[in-house]
């Protein structure tokens, strides 16, 4: 979640520079070669946990709506205009979201926690 933070505080500072973006719409999300089916998430989530979420596919009986099996961010005029990138690749990012779901678990301080990954992020 740090890379999409990152490049909404990106943005922020332009628009305190008066820089013209106010009126675009922005995404911030993963380079394309790291694009994954929700299924694939669930189970790279699965894999740092003991206890994993069980999938329950249920039949489709109405055909009135279309689910994409793949949903993509166009993240490059963040790119392009603002010069961000993301850092971690999907897999580091599930890590990160995964370690900090556990100290939440173990009831341990978010604050303190959440501070190190960002001064991580930025080292």
Do not use: C
């Amino acid at each position: 979640m740090l890379d999409p933070l990152y490049g909404y505080l990106l943005l922020l500072i332009k628009l305190y520079e008066k820089k013209q973006y106010k009126d675009y719409s922005w995404n911030f999300g993963p380079d394309n070669s790291n694009n994954r089916t929700v299924l694939n998430v669930i189970n790279e989530l699965n894999s740092h946990f003991n206890n994993p979420i069980k999938i329950i596919k249920k039949p489709v009986l109405s055909k009135k709506y279309y689910e994409s099996k793949m949903l993509m961010l166009d993240s490059s005029k963040a790119r392009k205009t603002l010069g961000w990138q993301p850092k971690y690749n999907l897999k580091e990012s599930l890590i990160l979201v995964s370690d900090w779901h556990k100290s939440f678990l173990k009831k341990k301080n978010l604050l303190v926690f959440s501070k190190e990954q960002i001064i991580n992020y930025f080292n």
